[in-house]
């Protein structure tokens, strides 16, 4: 390296600068220019530091000398620089934040619809509010204010979403011992979303028999296979021929929205529709593929056309209305609940007790059928004159 070189009077401007000096070096592109230096004195201690070339950064001696005048007064020197911006980055890297926590779940979940959901309700309304805090960082205040301004544009259900994602990312660092949880209660939005669709007898005749006459039977028989299982949509995109049990006569649900894999019955007719169903991609896994062999994305258009030309409510969703379908029938046939329940799977009991007044219902109907064997029987007895039993009589 070149000696330090004292800066004469006539080099700028006739005007010297004390503890400002330079050095022949090259700049950024290799050509040769002044690098310019200060040096001063602070807490006693003479430190020296670089700031700038002359062509590269616009440096000159009076430049420098302003810069000397502040470092002198206790701006940072270069090195104190370098080291504050290690020890912030080292914090950095220690500091789990929702970003860091967003990431690291989206990493280690499968790739569903719900994770989807989850990235696009991320970036949109917890990243910008939350993405550069840790979770201690959080009271309850500031998600009470996410919950009075999220509700303003949006409906209650998304509100809950965005509210129970925050939760779930932190209760899943917690789990992997990289924060601790929340130090508050989550207060989730009471949303009122039930919402049953059923189908008459006569709709129903209908819509099964557009399914026997369809000639895209691909779509014809996924609808016909969730009114013989009340599998899910996403449940049968992912179905795959090895997880037909055909000795026991089972079917195995991968990965359910549940996230325990569950084993549901395969009824005889189902079992004949599988094994007569078509495959136009023989080396495909999936019972029902998509796009050369791939996992199945959609069925929209073909659903909403059958639904359609059934004269289906325009409300009713063909593909998630069916599933309820299946689940009322078997109550109101007196199926129990906790059977439908296994059936459907449904994690929670309390997602099954929608269909608890269609076992209500037919408690009654059973009741009133006893009630008409009752009747008709006293009615017979007093035609002949004969002694009601008390049990009759209702004593």
């Excluded at 993405?131 to 809950?160: H, Y």
């Excluded at 989550?186 to 008459?200: K, T, W, Y």
């Excluded at 209305?321 to 109550?331: D, E, K, N, Y």
Aim: proline residues 6%; positive net charge.
């Amino acid at each position: 390296m070149a000696s330090f070189k004292k800066l004469a009077a006539p080099e700028f401007r006739g005007k010297t600068y004390e503890g400002v000096r330079y050095i022949e070096g090259k700049g950024p592109d290799g050509k040769p220019e002044k690098i310019y230096y200060v040096r001063y004195k602070r807490e006693g201690k003479t430190l020296e530091d670089k700031v700038g070339g002359e062509r590269s950064q616009g440096m000159n001696p009076k430049k420098a000398a302003e810069i000397r005048l502040r470092r002198m007064a206790g701006e940072l020197s270069n090195p104190e620089r370098r080291e504050q911006r290690q020890a912030a980055s080292k914090v950095q890297e220690n500091r789990w934040t929702f970003d860091r926590l967003h990431a690291l779940y989206q990493e280690h979940t499968l790739s569903t619809k719900g994770r989807h959901n989850d990235k696009l309700r991320y970036h949109k309304h917890i990243q910008p509010r939350f993405g550069a805090k840790e979770p201690s960082e959080l009271c309850p205040l500031d998600l009470d204010r996410l919950r009075v301004e999220l509700l303003k544009t949006r409906q209650p259900q998304t509100v809950k979403h965005v509210l129970a994602q925050i939760k779930r990312l932190v209760n899943y660092g917690a789990k992997k011992g990289v924060c601790s949880p929340l130090a508050f209660h989550v207060e989730l939005p009471r949303v009122q979303n039930e919402r049953r669709e059923d189908l008459s007898q006569e709709q129903l005749a209908r819509f099964w028999g557009l399914l026997e006459s369809e000639p895209d039977r691909q779509a014809a028989n996924f609808l016909k296979m969730i009114l013989y299982t009340g599998m899910r949509r996403g449940e049968l995109f992912r179905l795959e021929w090895r997880d037909i049990d055909w000795k026991n006569g089972f079917i195995q649900i991968r990965n359910p929205k549940g996230g325990k894999d569950q084993r549901i019955p395969l009824s005889a007719a189902c079992a004949q529709l599988l094994q007569a169903h078509p495959q136009p991609f023989p080396d495909s896994p999936y019972v029902f593929p998509g796009k050369e062999g791939g996992q199945r994305k959609e069925l929209k258009k073909a659903s909403e056309r059958i639904k359609r030309a059934a004269g289906l409510p325009k409300d009713f969703r063909p593909i998630h209305g069916l599933r309820h379908v299946f689940a009322s029938l078997l109550v109101s046939q007196g199926v129990p609940l906790y059977t439908v329940q296994r059936l459907l799977p449904h994690k929670d009991q309390r997602m099954t007790q929608r269909y608890a007044h269609l076992s209500d219902e037919s408690l009654r109907a059973g009741a009133a059928v006893m009630e008409g064997l009752l009747n008709s029987q006293g009615a017979e007895r007093a035609r002949t004159g004969e002694s009601q039993p008390a049990s009759v009589l209702g004593r």
